[in-house]
């Protein structure tokens, strides 16, 4: 197995956008198991001369019965149990919410390799959210803007050593 690195975190912190911009245009593989896991995308990514598996986790749009939190929980765990690392993604504009900080606790007691990656930090609007965001208990944040292409060099060197 590939090293597998799932993007994790609560709706509209940019996951997708950072999937998107790991993946590229190569091949998305295309995840037909039935029920949970149709919200997950699981493609071949890279960054620099590094090259690894990505999941991008989703479907915690639609809360149907279950809580949000319930279901970014099982998706989480799934997500977990299948790779070697979790970005844990914050929208640094956005600032650190209830919502990421309950994850962040639950997070942290699974025992597992996270780096928290803190997101849309173009521009001076995410400096309280950078500094918000060691709060969370899960290390320096890694600061990026998916949409941009900015601060991956960064997010590459928090990796380097776990693969
Ligand atoms: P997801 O729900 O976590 O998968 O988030 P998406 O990738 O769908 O992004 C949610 C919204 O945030 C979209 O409108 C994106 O264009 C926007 N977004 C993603 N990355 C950035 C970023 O680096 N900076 C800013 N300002 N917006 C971003
Ligand atoms: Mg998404």
């Known amino acids: 197995m590939p090293f597998t690195i799932a993007i994790i975190g609560r709706p509209n912190v940019g996951k997708s956008t950072?999937?998107?911009?790991?993946?590229?245009?190569?091949?998305?593989?295309?995840?037909?198991?039935?029920?949970?896991?149709?919200?997950?995308?699981?493609?071949?990514?890279?960054?620099?001369?590094?090259?690894?598996?990505?999941?991008?986790?989703a479907g915690l749009e639609e809360a149907f019965d279950d809580s949000l939190e319930a279901r970014m929980r099982q998706q989480t765990e799934i997500a977990l149990q299948e790779s070697d690392v979790a970005l844990m993604m914050i929208d640094a504009r956005a600032g650190v919410t209830?919502?990421?900080?309950?994850?962040?606790?639950?997070?942290?007691?699974?025992?597992?390799?996270?780096i928290l990656?803190?997101?849309?930090?173009?521009?001076?609007?995410?400096?309280?959210?950078?500094?918000?965001?060691?709060?969370?208990?899960?290390?320096?944040?890694?600061?990026?803007?998916?949409?941009?292409?900015?601060?991956?060099v960064d997010l590459l060197d928090a990796l380097r050593p776990l693969m």
């Open 98 to 114: 209830p919502l990421d900080a309950h994850f962040a606790n639950w997070l942290r007691r699974q025992g597992r390799p996270v």
């Open 117 to 152: 990656v803190a997101n849309k930090c173009e521009g001076r609007a995410a400096e309280a959210g950078m500094h918000e965001a060691w709060a969370l208990g899960l290390g320096e944040p890694v600061a990026i803007s998916a949409a941009h292409g900015q601060g991956l």
């Open 18 to 57: 950072l999937f998107n911009r790991l993946v590229g245009k190569r091949t998305a593989l295309v995840d037909d198991l039935p029920g949970v896991t149709r919200d997950r995308r699981i493609g071949d990514g890279q960054l620099a001369h590094l090259s690894f598996r990505v999941i991008d986790t």
